[in-house]
Protein backbone atom coordinates (compact mmCIF):
# COMPACT_ATOMS: atom_id res chain seq x y z
CA UNK A 1 0.00 0.00 0.00
CA UNK A 2 1.63 3.88 -0.95
CA UNK A 3 2.10 5.92 1.65
CA UNK A 4 0.01 9.13 0.07
CA UNK A 5 -2.69 7.77 -1.90
CA UNK A 6 -4.41 10.00 -4.60
CA UNK A 7 -6.62 9.57 -7.82
CA UNK A 8 -4.17 10.30 -10.30
CA UNK A 9 -7.03 11.81 -12.74
CA UNK A 10 -7.17 13.61 -15.05
CA UNK A 11 -9.62 15.63 -13.81
CA UNK A 12 -11.11 17.86 -16.57
CA UNK A 13 -12.79 20.64 -15.18
CA UNK A 14 -14.74 23.85 -17.56
CA UNK A 15 -13.21 27.33 -16.64
CA UNK A 16 -14.88 28.70 -14.14
CA UNK A 17 -15.92 25.58 -12.37
CA UNK A 18 -14.95 24.22 -8.56
CA UNK A 19 -12.70 20.76 -8.78
CA UNK A 20 -12.07 19.22 -5.48
CA UNK A 21 -10.04 15.53 -4.75
CA UNK A 22 -8.95 14.18 -1.84
CA UNK A 23 -5.39 12.56 -0.72
CA UNK A 24 -4.90 9.70 2.03
CA UNK A 25 -2.13 8.91 4.14
CA UNK A 26 -1.18 6.21 5.85
CA UNK A 27 1.03 7.17 8.70
CA UNK A 28 -0.78 8.23 11.70
CA UNK A 29 2.34 9.87 12.52
CA UNK A 30 2.64 12.98 10.35
CA UNK A 31 2.79 15.95 11.32
CA UNK A 32 2.87 18.19 8.55
CA UNK A 33 0.57 18.39 5.07
CA UNK A 34 1.02 20.20 2.14
CA UNK A 35 -0.52 20.90 -1.47
CA UNK A 36 2.51 21.21 -4.43
CA UNK A 37 1.60 21.75 -7.76
CA UNK A 38 4.08 20.22 -10.38
CA UNK A 39 4.13 21.91 -14.17
CA UNK A 40 5.08 19.02 -16.95
CA UNK A 41 9.04 18.26 -16.60
CA UNK A 42 9.59 21.41 -14.18
CA UNK A 43 10.35 20.93 -10.05
CA UNK A 44 7.41 20.88 -7.33
CA UNK A 45 6.41 24.37 -6.24
CA UNK A 46 4.73 24.99 -2.85
CA UNK A 47 0.61 25.93 -3.38
CA UNK A 48 -0.05 25.91 0.70
CA UNK A 49 0.01 24.23 3.57
CA UNK A 50 -2.68 22.20 5.16
CA UNK A 51 -3.67 23.12 8.75
CA UNK A 52 -5.84 21.14 11.13
CA UNK A 53 -8.42 23.63 11.15
CA UNK A 54 -8.67 23.80 7.37
CA UNK A 55 -7.16 26.78 5.04
CA UNK A 56 -7.78 28.95 2.30
CA UNK A 57 -5.91 30.99 -0.08
CA UNK A 58 -7.64 33.05 -2.32
CA UNK A 59 -9.51 30.47 -4.57
CA UNK A 60 -7.95 27.70 -2.85
CA UNK A 61 -9.08 25.75 0.26
CA UNK A 62 -7.60 22.94 2.01
CA UNK A 63 -8.96 20.60 4.75
CA UNK A 64 -7.28 18.30 6.82
CA UNK A 65 -8.92 14.90 8.63
CA UNK A 66 -6.80 13.44 10.78
CA UNK A 67 -9.21 10.86 11.97
CA UNK A 68 -9.46 9.86 8.51
CA UNK A 69 -5.98 10.43 7.09
CA UNK A 70 -6.83 12.73 4.64
CA UNK A 71 -6.66 15.91 3.06
CA UNK A 72 -8.88 17.85 0.60
CA UNK A 73 -7.89 20.70 -1.75
CA UNK A 74 -10.50 22.50 -3.65
CA UNK A 75 -10.23 24.84 -6.03
CA UNK A 76 -13.02 27.44 -7.24
CA UNK A 77 -13.11 29.72 -10.46
CA UNK A 78 -10.91 27.54 -12.04
CA UNK A 79 -8.14 28.93 -14.45
CA UNK A 80 -6.53 28.04 -17.32
CA UNK A 81 -3.43 28.42 -15.76
CA UNK A 82 -4.46 26.09 -12.62
CA UNK A 83 -3.95 23.13 -15.14
CA UNK A 84 -1.21 20.86 -13.75
CA UNK A 85 -0.49 17.82 -11.26
CA UNK A 86 -1.23 18.26 -7.61
CA UNK A 87 1.29 16.90 -5.26
CA UNK A 88 -0.09 15.75 -1.96
CA UNK A 89 2.82 15.78 0.54
CA UNK A 90 3.02 14.67 3.89
CA UNK A 91 5.55 15.15 6.42
CA UNK A 92 6.65 11.81 8.15
CA UNK A 93 9.79 12.33 10.06
CA UNK A 94 12.11 15.31 10.56
CA UNK A 95 11.28 16.88 7.74
CA UNK A 96 11.27 13.94 5.12
CA UNK A 97 8.55 14.67 2.84
CA UNK A 98 6.38 12.05 1.56
CA UNK A 99 5.46 12.58 -1.92
CA UNK A 100 1.68 11.48 -3.85
CA UNK A 101 1.87 10.32 -7.16
CA UNK A 102 0.24 13.45 -8.16
CA UNK A 103 -3.89 14.38 -9.36
CA UNK A 104 -3.69 15.86 -12.88
CA UNK A 105 -6.21 19.29 -13.45
CA UNK A 106 -6.82 19.93 -16.78
CA UNK A 107 -8.90 23.07 -16.80
CA UNK A 108 -10.87 23.26 -20.65
CA UNK A 109 -12.00 26.85 -21.83
CA UNK B 1 14.92 34.64 -1.68
CA UNK B 2 15.15 31.16 -1.25
CA UNK B 3 16.04 30.08 -5.23
CA UNK B 4 17.89 26.51 -5.25
CA UNK B 5 19.60 25.87 -8.30
CA UNK B 6 20.81 22.85 -10.03
CA UNK B 7 23.13 22.30 -12.77
CA UNK B 8 23.55 21.07 -15.34
CA UNK B 9 19.82 21.06 -16.32
CA UNK B 10 19.84 18.05 -18.90
CA UNK B 11 22.56 15.24 -19.39
CA UNK B 12 22.66 12.19 -22.08
CA UNK B 13 25.30 10.34 -21.40
CA UNK B 14 26.96 6.68 -22.19
CA UNK B 15 26.61 3.88 -20.01
CA UNK B 16 28.97 3.30 -18.08
CA UNK B 17 29.80 7.16 -17.58
CA UNK B 18 29.24 9.08 -14.20
CA UNK B 19 27.46 11.99 -13.60
CA UNK B 20 27.63 14.97 -11.39
CA UNK B 21 25.09 17.45 -10.44
CA UNK B 22 25.10 20.04 -8.45
CA UNK B 23 22.42 21.92 -5.90
CA UNK B 24 22.88 25.54 -4.96
CA UNK B 25 20.96 27.41 -2.32
CA UNK B 26 21.74 31.01 -3.92
CA UNK B 27 20.34 33.25 -1.14
CA UNK B 28 20.06 31.18 2.23
CA UNK B 29 22.19 28.39 4.01
CA UNK B 30 20.96 25.17 3.73
CA UNK B 31 21.34 23.13 6.49
CA UNK B 32 20.00 20.11 4.99
CA UNK B 33 19.67 18.98 1.29
CA UNK B 34 17.43 16.31 -0.01
CA UNK B 35 17.82 14.42 -3.03
CA UNK B 36 15.07 12.88 -5.04
CA UNK B 37 14.44 10.81 -8.23
CA UNK B 38 11.14 10.83 -9.78
CA UNK B 39 10.18 8.71 -12.99
CA UNK B 40 7.07 9.36 -15.20
CA UNK B 41 3.80 9.60 -13.82
CA UNK B 42 5.36 8.70 -10.63
CA UNK B 43 5.92 10.46 -7.57
CA UNK B 44 8.88 11.63 -6.20
CA UNK B 45 10.51 9.27 -4.29
CA UNK B 46 13.55 10.69 -1.61
CA UNK B 47 17.01 8.62 -2.23
CA UNK B 48 18.76 10.91 0.51
CA UNK B 49 19.12 13.47 2.97
CA UNK B 50 22.29 15.39 3.63
CA UNK B 51 23.59 17.81 6.14
CA UNK B 52 26.69 20.05 5.87
CA UNK B 53 29.79 18.05 7.05
CA UNK B 54 28.39 14.90 7.90
CA UNK B 55 27.96 11.95 5.74
CA UNK B 56 24.44 11.41 3.77
CA UNK B 57 21.60 9.27 4.82
CA UNK B 58 20.05 7.27 1.97
CA UNK B 59 16.88 5.66 2.07
CA UNK B 60 16.32 2.26 1.81
CA UNK B 61 16.73 0.52 -1.52
CA UNK B 62 19.05 3.62 -2.71
CA UNK B 63 22.68 2.48 -3.29
CA UNK B 64 25.35 4.51 -1.49
CA UNK B 65 28.22 3.33 -3.30
CA UNK B 66 26.28 4.23 -6.84
CA UNK B 67 24.78 7.51 -5.82
CA UNK B 68 27.77 9.37 -4.10
CA UNK B 69 26.59 12.52 -1.78
CA UNK B 70 28.86 15.37 -1.01
CA UNK B 71 27.49 18.63 0.97
CA UNK B 72 30.55 20.54 1.14
CA UNK B 73 29.16 23.58 2.11
CA UNK B 74 26.17 25.14 3.61
CA UNK B 75 24.88 26.18 -0.53
CA UNK B 76 26.50 23.43 -1.61
CA UNK B 77 25.60 19.54 -2.19
CA UNK B 78 26.61 17.48 -4.98
CA UNK B 79 25.12 13.84 -6.56
CA UNK B 80 27.16 11.84 -8.34
CA UNK B 81 25.97 9.02 -10.18
CA UNK B 82 28.50 6.92 -11.05
CA UNK B 83 28.65 4.14 -14.02
CA UNK B 84 25.42 5.52 -14.99
CA UNK B 85 23.21 2.68 -16.58
CA UNK B 86 20.11 3.29 -18.68
CA UNK B 87 17.55 1.98 -15.90
CA UNK B 88 19.08 5.22 -13.77
CA UNK B 89 17.27 7.85 -16.36
CA UNK B 90 15.02 9.61 -14.66
CA UNK B 91 14.71 13.02 -13.49
CA UNK B 92 16.80 13.81 -10.23
CA UNK B 93 15.67 17.29 -8.06
CA UNK B 94 17.31 18.72 -5.20
CA UNK B 95 15.74 20.53 -1.85
CA UNK B 96 17.23 22.89 0.73
CA UNK B 97 15.86 22.96 3.97
CA UNK B 98 16.47 26.24 6.09
CA UNK B 99 16.25 24.27 9.56
CA UNK B 100 15.73 22.17 11.27
CA UNK B 101 12.37 22.03 12.71
CA UNK B 102 9.80 19.22 10.95
CA UNK B 103 7.64 20.75 9.04
CA UNK B 104 9.94 23.41 7.59
CA UNK B 105 9.52 24.27 3.83
CA UNK B 106 11.76 22.77 1.60
CA UNK B 107 12.73 24.58 -1.53
CA UNK B 108 13.19 22.96 -4.80
CA UNK B 109 15.56 23.23 -7.76
CA UNK B 110 14.70 23.17 -11.31
CA UNK B 111 15.38 19.18 -11.44
CA UNK B 112 18.28 17.63 -13.67
CA UNK B 113 17.19 14.97 -16.64
CA UNK B 114 19.13 12.43 -16.50
CA UNK B 115 19.29 10.30 -20.18
CA UNK B 116 21.64 7.61 -19.78
CA UNK B 117 21.96 5.51 -23.29
Known amino acids: RKEVEQDPGPFNVPEGATVAFNCTYS??????FFWYRQDCRKEPKLLMSVYSSGNEDGRFTAQLNRASQYISLLIRDSKLSDSATYLC??????????FGAGTQVVVTP | GAVVSQHPSRVICKSGTSVKIECRSL??????MFWYRQFPKQSLMLMAT?????????EQGVEKDKFLINHASLTLSTLTVTSAHPEDSSFYIC?????????????FGPGTRLTVL
Open chain 1, 89 to 98: VVNYSWGKLQ
Open chain 2, 27 to 32: DFQATT
Open chain 1, 27 to 32: NSASQS
Open chain 2, 95 to 107: SASRGEVLGNEQF
Open chain 2, 50 to 58: SNEGSKATY
